[in-house]
T-cell receptor, first 113, second 114 residues
Framework: DQQVKQNSPSLSVQEGRISILNCDYTNSMFDYFLWYKKYPAEGPTFLISISSIKDKNEDGRFTVFLNKSAKHLSLHIVPSQPGDSAVYFCAASARGATNKLIFGTGTLLAVQP | DAGVIQSPRHEVTEMGQEVTLRCKPISGHDYLFWYRQTMMRGLELLIYFNNNVPIDDSGMPEDRFSAKMPNASFSTLKIQPSEPRDSAVYFC????????????FGSGTQLSVL
């Protein structure tokens, strides 16, 4: 049972345009959400996070939006750069519970020059 | 400071053989996690330790998998006997806290069971 779902295995965008990566979750106990970025032959690295008390968090070109009623979050990258090409994992945890981090299946982003 | 170090980077073995994956966490990190990455399931948490003690092993797929952390600087994940469906990338990660943003991953071990 996949509690965190990334329904788009891949996404291709042009350099300079916006990239939007989507993530859905099923567990209403999740209250903390994160995005990790992974390059080939490397481990994932933390990118940005958001708590359930917020609906938006911004860090430079990266913005994460959270819609709790829809159990949906998205990562916006503006403007997209070729160096952003990587696999992006969405993750969630219920911090008051087990603190386990549950990941999605990932979305491969390709930014075309 | 060195990051999380995993060995080997690649492992090719035959079905039925024992496989041991190794991890050295970042010094001072009290939490250590083992994850497995597959196309179908993404990154799955197998087990995590706090201060060398296993806290949650509910993600370990079956009895063929075992993990140990004999000291603060070393952990192993063992598969015995290995099966082709165990083929995946296995990541070790460490952190000062269990919260996700402070999780540091190693480069992973690509395991192929023939």
């Amino acid at each position: 049972d996949q509690q965190v779902k990334q329904n788009s295995p891949s996404l291709s965008v042009q350099e300079g345009r916006i990239s939007i990566l989507n993530c859905d979750y099923t567990n209403s106990m999740f209250d903390y959400f994160l995005w990790y970025k992974k390059y080939p032959a490397e481990g994932p690295t933390f990118l940005i996070s958001i708590s359930s008390i917020k609906d938006k968090n911004e860090d430079g070109r990266f913005t994460v939006f959270l819609n709790k009623s829809a159990k949906h979050l998205s990562l916006h990258i503006v403007p997209s750069q070729p160096g952003d090409s990587a696999v992006y994992f969405c993750a969630a945890s219920a911090r008051g519970a087990t603190n386990k981090l549950i990941f999605g299946t990932g979305t491969l982003l390709a930014v075309q020059p | 400071d060195a990051g999380v170090i995993q060995s080997p980077r690649h492992e090719v073995t035959e079905m039925g053989q024992e496989v041991t994956l190794r991890c050295k966490p970042i010094s001072g990190h009290d939490y250590l996690f083992w994850y497995r990455q597959t196309m179908m399931r993404g990154l799955e948490l197998l087990i995590y330790f706090n201060n060398n003690v296993p806290i949650d092993d509910s993600g370990m797929p079956e009895d063929r998998f075992s993990a140990k952390m004999p000291n603060a600087s070393f952990s192993t994940l063992k598969i015995q006997p290995s099966e082709p469906r165990d083929s995946a990338v296995y990541f070790c990660a460490s952190s000062r806290s269990p919260q996700g943003e402070k999780l540091f991953f190693g480069s992973g071990t690509q395991l192929s069971v023939l």
